[in-house]
């Protein structure tokens, strides 16, 4: 059974859950996810990927409790967490290809092997150069609020849906990078609010506390996740990376680390010929304004909504593929340079 509806628009890939009827999300789901990360990084048409619910209600209730009894049935007996700590790591050792995952998968690590794959699933998001969107329509609870958590943008529903880490109800806690990814999204007070209470939040108290990006009326959730992927799809994949590397990578860290990285990501990328060309048409721009005799603000009228579009840039990545194709057939055939340039895709601009 597949678990995951895929289509795509544009650049812009959407992957449903369907794992009904509570949509938890299991270690056959997992799979899946990684397969979709596998095809998206094969892919550099592909810019922007959401995540959504096609289950009513529910977008990943929580983590299928019975998978995790199973896990811990097979070891048998009640282990310590440092104990546990070298099974992870002797399990995560060998977790090499899909074949020794499979062996693992039959052994009484199999809980442990499931765990580190929702760790790994967590860790390639946010290395991607590609932006996530979660469009959460339903319950996220547990597992369902870390996999939103792992998206870069989350919008939520308005409605009697909830999001949190309620772990600790069942004498447990976070587990899937809940307690890590919270503190750096919300700060280490709410975080741990809200993991000692176990309450889980509406949409509102949600967005109030940076949970969550954006709510939206539940039947516009699906077009505005869309839309602000589309509209991020624009953004160049170098930049998409560097920005999130710069946050989930140093955000947390030294101040003087971040600000070096930054530093030499920054320097980099402006001596790039896509970037260059960016700056020079902006520049264009401001100068035939000032020469109009029109103000800051008209500037921003007029020129802003264009730039969050991702206009400007598309026209600067369009000038670049045409200097370089027209630099190619004169050195192939000067006498064809009167053949005219094919215009890239949207999925080509870079």
Not at 254 to 268: D, I, K, T, V
């Amino acid at each position: 059974m597949n678990l995951l509806e895929i289509s795509r628009t544009g650049a812009v890939l959407t992957a449903a859950l369907n794992n009904p009827p509570f949509n938890f999300l299991t270690s056959a789901l997992l799979d899946e996810l990684h397969e979709l990360l596998d095809e998206a990084d094969k892919s550099p048409q592909v810019r922007a990927i959401v995540l959504t619910s096609a289950v009513p209600e529910a977008f990943v209730s929580h983590y299928d409790i019975t998978e995790i009894l199973e896990g811990t049935s097979r070891v048998g007996l009640a282990v310590g967490p440092r104990l546990t700590g070298i099974g992870l790591r002797f399990v995560h050792a060998l977790n090499r290809g899909t074949a020794m995952r499979r062996l693992l998968g039959r052994t009484p690590a199999a809980g442990i092997l499931a765990l580190l794959r929702y760790h790994d699933l967590v860790a390639r998001m946010r290395r991607s150069d590609k932006v996530f969107v979660a469009a959460i329509d339903g319950m996220a609870l547990g597992g369902g609020c870390e996999l939103a958590l792992s998206c870069d943008i989350r919008l939520m529903a308005d409605g009697p849906y909830t999001i949190g880490q309620p772990e600790i109800l069942l004498d447990l806690m976070p587990g899937g990078g809940g307690t890590q990814i919270l503190t750096r999204t919300i700060g280490a007070g709410r975080t741990l609010e809200l993991a000692l209470e176990g309450r889980p939040l509406t949409p509102t108290e949600a967005a109030e506390i940076g949970l969550i990006h954006r709510v939206v009326p539940p039947e516009a959730l699906a077009a505005e996740a869309a839309l602000t992927a589309a509209r991020l799809s624009t953004r160049s994949p170098r930049s998409v990376k560097a920005i999130k590397d710069a946050v989930y990578r140093y955000g947390t860290g030294p101040l003087e680390r971040g600000l070096a990285f930054e530093r030499a990501q920054f320097l980099a990328m402006a001596s790039q010929p896509g970037t260059k060309a960016a700056l020079g048409e902006y520049a264009r721009l401001v100068q035939l304004h000032e020469q109009d005799g029109g103000s800051v603000a008209e500037f921003s009228e007029r020129y802003l909504p264009s730039l969050v579009a991702g206009e400007i840039l598309h026209a600067a990545a369009q000038a670049v593929h045409t200097r370089g194709s027209q630099r190619a057939n004169s050195i192939q055939s000067p006498r064809r340079l009167d053949k005219p340039v094919t215009d890239p895709g949207p999925g080509e601009a870079a």
